[in-house]
């Protein structure tokens, strides 16, 4: 007696809600302020490869962004009245799937500019997967800001995936057209795929979850 296979059944619709024919929203976050900036290399690697896989992505500066130091968040702001990049960036960060971050280290920490921006915001990042870029100078790779981010990121409602990419020496990895280069860039390249595959299994998780269950806050 033989078994009978049954062969699942196409449905586009069914497809859509699971997210296998949605593009990801994506925002990639870069932070620093300095006039010689090295690690915007890295972000348009990151940009880069992620429209690659199809993904929809939107890149924040947070310098051309320029908003003050931190007074009021977004939220204190009265219907209406907030200034309007802040207004403009909170929009972007509730319509998206997933955040990037690309950061640099500063004396062991977090850079000030990209911290800054984060913090005017909250509820608008709830419910989302966040990914995390570092990078420095030298050998380390600014895996010690990257740690701090982990940790930043989770108070703020975000699930952070537990891949990483960490970039040292950046000018040794990266040209300065965010294409790889030599040794650093060719371990670089291997790297990416597992990373942006992990980030794209929790975005399609997480978009699933809000489809299916609204969120308990």
Do not use: C
């Amino acid at each position: 007696m033989g078994y009978a296979t049954h062969r699942p059944i196409r449905d586009d619709r069914a497809l859509a809600f699971l997210g296998g024919s949605m593009a990801d929203k994506i925002l990639v976050f870069y932070g620093s302020y300095r006039s010689d900036r090295m690690g915007i290399r890295l972000a348009d690697f990151i940009v880069a490869g992620l429209k690659a896989r199809g993904a929809e992505v939107d890149f924040i500066d947070a310098k051309a962004v320029g908003l003050p130091m931190l007074d009021r968040m977004y939220k204190e702001y009265p219907q209406g009245e907030a200034p309007a990049a802040m207004e403009a960036l909170a929009g972007k960060i509730r319509g998206a799937d997933a955040f990037v971050f690309v950061t640099g280290e500063y004396n062991w920490g977090v850079q000030p500019g990209l911290k800054n921006l984060t913090d005017h915001f909250l509820e608008e990042w709830f419910w989302r997967p966040a990914a995390i870029a570092s990078y420095s100078a030298g050998r380390f790779s600014g895996v010690r800001a990257g740690t701090a981010w982990h940790s930043t990121l989770s108070e703020m409602g975000m699930v952070v995936i537990s891949s990483a990419l960490a970039v040292g020496p950046i000018a040794q990895t990266l040209d300065a057209q965010g294409e790889p280069t030599g040794d650093a860039g060719a371990s670089l390249q291997r790297a990416f795929p597992r990373w942006a595959d992990d980030l794209a299994w929790w975005t399609n998780a997480a978009r699933v979850q809000r489809a299916a269950q609204k969120p308990p806050y």
